[in-house]
């Protein structure tokens, strides 16, 4: 039996403010499977981006456990086990595309030689081959997210954590991405991770999709999906497709009903 | 070119402004003057008496200018007559006391940015600094230092820093901390450390604040060179050329002295403009 890559027990997150304790998350359960395509989806406050959060060690659970790779989180950092993509691109404005990707590689202190290769393995990956020289204010918002998506894959992290990196874009563009983001996890077979509000979006690029509701933030349904690995944007208009929608859609009802 | 016309419309107000208010303000010496000799003046010879004394209480612009030109391009400029060895006497001390500091501005800026009980331990005190009269504290220090057997051009700069390091600290601090949570999140993905968060993310998102509060810096750095060449009884300087103008009653030489500092912070404010354009523009952040 293969261990999954990362594993939920009963984890608990509560925020101490002022005036009184948020449940960010209560009793989460979940398991996700090295290749997995997971999507997190639930209306704000339902805690889907503090539980992406809590995998990148970057908030601690106060309850529970939770292991990355068989690591605690904070150790799985240290591994360099996850890229994470924000939903800004947040590349640095003073550093072309090429020296943004450059980054993560120069802080965990890659060769030189390794780095460049490295970068135009990725930018290729990411369809953004010839502007590596290029600023970001010189890209379109799409552009810069796809840079933003090969600076995570620029080292070798298995796991590809993403908080609703396509949420600031047009519909067009994020079809677009949406359908390159599936060759790309077909091409690297990496573990995915990824929030987002929109259930087409859910529905389309997942093999499991996690249903969260809030007031305490938790989950209410996970949905492995039928669809093939194959999918073509097509496919949105299936039966089977509007069916998982459909039952997505039930259970963010349900969750927002209690 | 379409900026040009606001501009010389607004000096020349301010040119028959000052004409006027020269007219003005000289018919009194003037009109002193005719009664004692017992004539009587037309107002066209008090315009041209008041525009022409030697000591007027307001001088004419073109005597300024005419000062000006005298005394910077008409003398050899190791003279001590000459403006031109004057103000390099006096942009020395400035430029010394500019970069001692913005040294020490910087420097706080960091110690405050990473450490918690320095910015609630220095913090306050720097504020405090900036709270006293230059004037009531630069001659103790020019006194302290000139028994200490320090004179000349450090007693002038350190002075001058005392101005300088402070806008310079506050516009760093804000730049250090300019980062989002976003982009310091981003940093910790990549389980950087401090020094990595400093020197790639904190360090650049810095220098857009760092030059405007060097504009503000380096003016003030004259402003106190200038000040610390009040009253040290010092004999060569911008400062000087003011109070031996104010001792002596000659208005002109104040004028001209004063010309010659405001020309001498616009260059320096400019010239810290040009290398603001210059790095931004290599950094890509070209405003």
């Known amino acids: 039996m293969k261990k999954p890559v990362i594993d939920a027990s009963g984890v608990d997150l509560t925020f101490q403010t002022k005036d009184a304790p948020v449940h960010a998350l209560k009793d989460v359960n979940?398991?996700?499977?090295?290749?997995?395509?997971?999507?997190?989806?639930?209306?704000?406050?339902?805690?889907?981006?503090?539980?992406?959060?809590?995998?990148?060690?970057?908030?601690?659970?106060?309850?529970?456990?939770?292991?990355?790779?068989?690591?605690?989180?904070?150790?799985?950092?240290?591994?360099?086990?996850?890229?994470?993509?924000?939903?800004?691109?947040?590349?640095?404005?003073?550093?072309?595309?090429?020296?943004?990707?450059?980054?993560?590689?120069?802080?965990?202190?890659?060769?030189?030689?390794?780095?460049?290769?490295?970068?135009?393995?990725?930018?290729?990956?990411?369809?953004?081959?010839?502007?590596?020289?290029?600023?970001?204010?010189?890209?379109?918002?799409?552009?810069?997210?796809?840079?933003?998506?090969?600076?995570?894959?620029?080292?070798?992290?298995?796991?590809?954590?993403?908080?609703?990196?396509?949420?600031?874009?047009?519909?067009?563009?994020?079809?677009?991405?949406?359908?390159?983001?599936?060759?790309?996890?077909?091409?690297?077979?990496?573990?995915?991770?990824?929030?987002?509000?929109?259930?087409?979006?859910?529905?389309?690029?997942?093999?499991?999709i996690v249903v969260m509701s809030p007031r305490p933030g938790r989950i209410t349904d996970v949905i492995e999906s039928p669809l093939p690995r194959e999918r073509p944007l097509e496919i949105r208009d299936t039966p089977e497709f509007i069916e998982i929608a459909h039952r997505v859609r039930e259970g963010l009802r349900e969750g927002h009903n209690t | 070119m379409r900026n040009i016309l606001p501009i010389l419309t607004v000096l020349l107000v301010i040119v028959a402004v000052w004409y006027a208010a020269a007219i003005k303000m000289n018919a009194a010496w003037t009109y002193a003057q005719a009664n004692r000799a017992g004539t009587e003046v037309t107002f066209s010879e008090v315009v041209r008496d008041t525009l022409n004394q030697e000591r007027p209480v307001l001088p004419a612009p073109h005597q300024v200018a005419a000062e000006l030109w005298a005394t910077t391009a008409q003398k050899k400029i190791t003279s001590k007559r000459s403006l031109v060895f004057h103000g390099w006497v006096t942009l020395s001390a400035t430029l010394l006391g500019f970069a001692i500091g913005t040294t020490a501005g910087i420097l706080l800026a960091i110690g405050i940015t990473h450490n918690r009980a320095m910015e609630l331990g220095v913090m306050p005190w720097a504020i405090a600094s900036q709270t006293i009269p230059i004037l009531a504290i630069a001659p103790m220090i020019i006194v302290v230092l000139n028994s200490m057997g320090i004179s000349g051009l450090i007693p002038k700069s350190i002075i001058a820093a005392y101005l300088s390091f402070f806008p310079v600290a506050v516009g760093m601090v804000k730049g250090l901390r300019a980062p989002d949570a976003m982009q310091l999140d981003l940093m910790r993905t990549y389980s950087a450390s401090d020094n990595q968060t400093f020197w790639k993310l904190r360090l650049p998102s810095s220098m857009p604040y760092l030059f405007a509060s060097l504009k503000v810096g380096v003016a003030a750095s004259l402003v106190g060179t200038i000040v610390a060449e009040l009253p040290s009884g010092a004999t060569r300087g911008l400062g000087a050329r003011l109070l031996s103008g104010s001792y002596y009653g000659q208005t002109v030489q104040i004028w001209s002295a004063l010309f010659a500092a405001a020309l001498l912070a616009a260059s320096l404010v400019i010239i810290v403009g040009v290398i603001e354009k210059i790095t931004l523009r290599k950094m890509g952040m070209a405003a």
């Open chain 1, 30 to 208: 979940l398991q996700i499977d090295k290749g997995d395509f997971v999507s997190f989806i639930g209306p704000s406050g339902c805690g889907k981006t503090t539980l992406l959060r809590c995998i990148a060690a970057l908030e601690t659970p106060t309850g529970g456990s939770l292991t990355v790779n068989g690591l605690s989180p904070d150790e799985a950092r240290k591994a360099r086990s996850y890229g994470y993509v924000f939903q800004a691109a947040g590349l640095y404005p003073w550093r072309t595309i090429e020296k943004n990707i450059k980054l993560p590689l120069e802080i965990m202190g890659y060769p030189k030689a390794e780095m460049d290769e490295r970068v135009k393995r990725v930018l290729d990956l990411v369809d953004l081959s010839g502007f590596g020289k290029k600023f970001p204010w010189q890209l379109s918002g799409g552009m810069q997210q796809r840079a933003s998506i090969a600076r995570a894959l620029a080292f070798d992290a298995d796991i590809l954590l993403m908080d609703e990196p396509f949420g600031a874009l047009d519909e067009i563009v994020r079809d677009k991405l949406n359908e390159e983001l599936l060759k790309l996890w077909d091409r690297t077979g990496k573990t995915i991770c990824f929030v987002t509000h929109s259930i087409p979006e859910a529905v389309y690029l997942s093999t499991k």
